[in-house]
């Protein structure tokens, strides 16, 4: 596994390309960030908004995605009170909802907007999160595929034509270069955002005995729909030169609450707070593709002169690779597993070429049960 020269991802990392100086697409578009004309991008945003505001006021102007994270709170902060727009917010309600993420969402509820959440039933979302767990390596799958397409759903529904969304992952964490425009489409979604939309369609889950009643919350709008309303998506990190530290200060002034602890598998306080599996998430990430949470948020600490790239690699050698414990018990009880059951799904999807084995090929785990890697250049 190789790590980029200026940052700290790996070239394990998916989408992710290295010039021939070992420079990542990350890091690249970031100092792109500096000579885009900011002012002339917020000038046609104003006039994207204008376009689609509601002009009778008998709907709203837009419809935003949240999570009541730092990112949604700022999104919201940003329609509402810079450009005066009227936003329906929606909410796809996570499982294993923390209390700090209902005070959060709350919190942006206060701000002033109207709000939607939904929750999925929860018998559905469980096989679901079965599913993603033990042949996806991801126990979180069903949310992450909801919150993109929920908010559609209603947007159809309720004819509001756009929807904005928060930064671009591929703009902020790498990736092609066509996945880097201001839309967010289902082109989009199913190439870049969708975990696994590549590999399985949600409405493919009938084979394993969920009915297709079930699967509705889950499955994109027909595109007749979509061109009946003009649904479009934009990202507002394309706009907006996104920053996430700097936002945090603001939301926080706006009553946005940080963790009293350090989040699992990293250094930070303000991420991932309304749900408390996420850092099983993080874990299986680590276990793919050798690299989690810590070394996303280090990496564009340091693309942004917060700290060196030599602070930044103790930093992951500090924090990341560990299983999560704090929400451990709880998903075992809920998924009626045993520690040892985990730990095989957790082989299922490690990539041998990072984690050392032993002699026999069976991946090396130690009293705690973590893995150890290979050494990285």
Known sequence: MKLCSQCLFPDT?????????????????????????????????????????????????????????KDSTYQTLVIKEEFGLNPLVVNFHPRGQTELGRKNLDNLKNLGVDCIEFTANPDVY?????????????????????????????????KIPLLVWGENPMFE????????????????????????LDKIKPQELTKYGIGKKELIPFIYPNEDEIRRIGITGIFLGYYTKWDARKQLEIVKSHGFSVSDDLSEGTYTNYE??????????????????????????????????????????????????????????????????????????????????????????????????????????
């Open 173 to 196: 964490y790498g990736g092609p270069v066509s996945a880097t425009s201001p839309y967010l489409d289902k082109e989009w979604l199913e190439n870049h955002g969708g975990y696994f």
């Open 13 to 69: 990392k998916p989408e992710l390309k290295f010039d021939e100086n070992g420079i990542c697409d990350a890091c690249k578009y970031s100092e792109q960030k500096e000579s885009i004309d900011w002012s002339q991008r917020k000038q046609e945003l104003k006039i994207i908004l204008e376009k689609y505001k509601n002009k009778t006021g008998e709907n709203y102007d837009c419809l935003i995605p949240v999570s009541g994270g």
């Open 272 to 377: 991932n707070l309304d749900s408390n599996i996420v850092p099983l998430h993080d874990y299986f990430k680590y276990l793919k593709y050798g690299y989690g949470r810590a070394t996303d948020q280090a990496s564009i600490d340091i693309r942004n002169n917060r700290m060196t790239r030599d602070e930044g690699l103790k930093i992951i050698e500090t924090y990341e690779g560990k299983i999560p414990k704090k929400c451990l018990n709880w998903f075992l009880e809920e998924y009626e597993l045993k520690f040892e059951d985990f730990l095989k799904i957790c082989d299922k999807f490690t990539n041998k070429k990072i984690f050392k084995t032993d002699r026999n090929g069976k991946i090396f785990h130690n009293k705690e049960g973590n893995l150890e890697k290979y050494p990285v250049s």
């Open 126 to 158: 469980k096989k679901l999160s079965q599913f993603g767990l033990t042949e996806l390596g991801d126990p979180m799958w069903p949310e992450h595929i909801g919150l993109f397409q929920i908010p559609i759903k209603i947007a159809v529904h309720m």
